[in-house]
């Protein structure tokens, strides 16, 4: 053999591996493609209905929705209308009850100082919180 027929051969079962590997490769990815195929099939007939059961609860939701408006609604309407009685009931009563409480308070004032005798009270001191007396008027502690 020469030199020529050695690098056919060689270059003969070169090529032969060559394309056996490529020949398991396309075979591998057949199998590939076939496999995915399968899946997005698959898929999408399990999608359709899952669509539909999502459109469904979407409905649904607005359904609840819309009546969760309609009570909220109605609860701030009855707010409003609970927050006016307590208004009307309040400048009703409110100003006669303070009258009452401080004619109350006036009488029993009374009471008490008619029975200590009526002895006059001690001038009491008034005392404003924050403020400062002028120098002039405050008492020396000696």
């Known amino acids: 053999m020469t030199g020529g027929e050695v690098a056919g051969i060689l270059v003969a079962v070169f090529w032969a591996i060559l ?5 398991v490769v396309l075979v591998r990815l057949a199998q590939t493609l076939k496999a995915t195929t399968k899946l997005v099939a698959d898929v999408t007939e ?7 059961d999502a459109s469904a ?16 609604s109605d609860v701030q309407e ?5 927050s006016a009685l307590s208004s009307t009931v309040a400048s009703t009563f409110g100003g006669p ?9 006036g009488v ?11 002895v006059p009270e001690p001038e ?15 008492k020396k502690k000696g």
């Open 57 to 72: 609860t979407v409905r649904s939701a607005q359904t609840q929705l819309e009546r969760v408006d309609s009570i909220a």
């Open 97 to 105: 009850l303070v009258k009452v409480a401080a004619f109350g308070y």
């Open 124 to 138: 009491r001191r008034r005392v404003v919180v924050g403020r400062t007396v002028p120098a002039a008027r405050r």
């Open 46 to 52: 399990q999608a359709v209905p899952l669509l539909a």
């Open 19 to 23: 394309v056996s590997f490529l020949a």
């Open 78 to 82: 009855v707010t409003s209308n609970a």
């Open 108 to 118: 029993r004032q009374a009471m008490s100082r008619r029975g200590a005798g009526a």
